[in-house]
């Protein structure tokens, strides 16, 4: 068992209260029952780029003071760097709770995680660099987009990239929610992105800016999806120039080998421009490309 019995009783116990509070709403939960509606996806809280089609605008919200007994980060720049430590147990699935920072491969590696799709825009774009230089990269979809775009999704498992969990609909605060509310936004979009998929598993869970919280890394455990984290965090959600994206990969490297990119949320021909230099500059540097360890 990946958690005590009384944790365990914790999750259950909220998830019944939810059901006694909404009159059964909460009663699939524990089934990733869709329950979000059909259309293209969330609007992202930390895009500000103007609407490109699928990519939707928004502001990013100020982080407000952190509860007890949460583990996210209080700026997001990386949420799960506080929760790791000594390896969790793994789960019923044999998956660790513990956050994950390494590579499959170890060693002078690094490996490349794209968020918010995937964009019927930006992902192709992106699949081809990725083909250009031989990369695998782990794609953290979220769920509404994944069902939006089946075909898209099929392509990338086809073309031998991973599949990871970045919610339903991307609340930075979700780790301020009950739980019941982070249990569904975790399984409603595990179950459409699978589905999407034609059935190829999800491996991991990314909380959205890093909102990790010992249930929502539980639950994902439990249903086969490692919590992922990261080391390098681009920013190019922002939009600061291909250059700065650049240099930020370059210079924050040090800090461990999981480099944060993203394919939705606004325009990111930033990011497609950054991913031609990044990636042969990796490769002169002697790094080779790995999935996230499991």
């Known amino acids: 068992m990946a958690r005590s019995t009384a944790h365990t009783r914790r999750i259950v116990m909220a998830a019944a209260a939810a059901v006694v509070m909404t009159g059964g709403v909460a ?3 524990f089934l990733g029952s869709d329950t979000s509606a059909d259309g293209p996806g969330p609007i992202l809280a930390h895009s500000t780029a103007t609407s490109n089609s699928d990519d939707k605008p928004g502001g990013r919200p100020a982080t407000p003071s952190r509860p007890a007994g949460d583990d996210s980060a ?3 720049s990386d949420g799960s760097r506080g929760a790791t430590g000594p390896a969790a ?20 590696s690094v490996s490349i995680t794209i968020d918010d799709g995937p964009s019927p825009v930006w992902t192709p774009k992106i699949l081809a660099v990725l ?31 991973r599949l990871c969990d970045h919610t339903v609909s991307h609340d930075e605060a979700m780790n301020k929610k009950p739980v019941a509310y982070q249990s569904t936004e975790v399984l409603d979009a595990q179950k459409m992105i699978e589905g999407a998929s034609g059935g190829a598993k999800v491996q991991y869970f990314r909380a959205p800016g890093g909102a990790f919280t010992p249930d929502n890394r539980h639950i994902s455990a439990i249903h086969g999806m490692r919590p992922l984290g990261w080391n390098v965090d681009t920013k190019d959600w922002k939009q600061p120039g291909t250059a700065t994206i650049v240099n930020t990969v370059k210079h924050e490297l040090k800090n461990g080998p999981i480099v944060l990119f993203h394919d939705g949320g606004g325009d990111r021909a930033q990011t497609v421009s950054a ?3 990044v990636l042969p ?3 002169q540097q002697g790094y080779t490309f790995s999935f996230p360890a499991v």
């Open 74 to 76: 209080p700026d997001g």
């Open 27 to 29: 009663a699939a939960v």
């Open 89 to 108: 147990p793994p789960g019923t699935a044999g998956i660790s709770e513990t956050i994950d920072h390494a590579t499959e491969s170890g060693g002078k």
């Open 131 to 161: 083909k250009q230089y031989g990369v695998k990269a782990t794609f953290c979809m979220i769920g509404p987009q994944a069902k939006a775009n089946p075909a898209l999704v099929k392509q990338i498992v086809a073309a031998g990239h």
């Open 275 to 277: 991913l031609k230099e």
């Open 281 to 283: 500059w990796l490769a």
